[in-house]
């Protein structure tokens, strides 16, 4: 499973990036940034969207200060984009990536 991380916030929330394999099957990856009171509930969030399989092992990919700000300027929380960043794409909801 691609790297993930988080970052500490100073009101004690955290932003937890993950990279996971996209859902469309196409073999690339796509970064999930959320943000969340703490990384437990970071990863409950994902996993009650139905993405089951998700864990945080280690800080190996921490957000980066982009993906901080852009997180934390989404009413939802909850982001994703391709992970080869192309400066081109933007960030979108993560109702967009779970469409059927």
Request: glycine share 12%.
């Amino acid at each position: 499973m691609p790297g993930g991380g988080f970052c500490t916030l100073p009101g004690g929330s955290v932003v937890v990036a993950l990279g996971l394999p996209s859902p469309v099957g196409d073999g690339s990856t796509v970064r999930i940034l959320v943000h969340a009171a703490n990384r437990a509930r970071a990863l409950t969030r994902l996993r009650n969207l139905g993405l089951r399989a998700v864990y945080l092992r280690g800080n190996t990919h921490p957000p980066t200060p982009d993906e901080v700000t852009a997180v934390l300027h989404h009413p939802d929380g909850l982001l994703w984009r391709t992970s080869p960043q192309c400066a081109a794409e933007l960030w979108h909801p993560i109702r967009a990536l779970l469409r059927p």
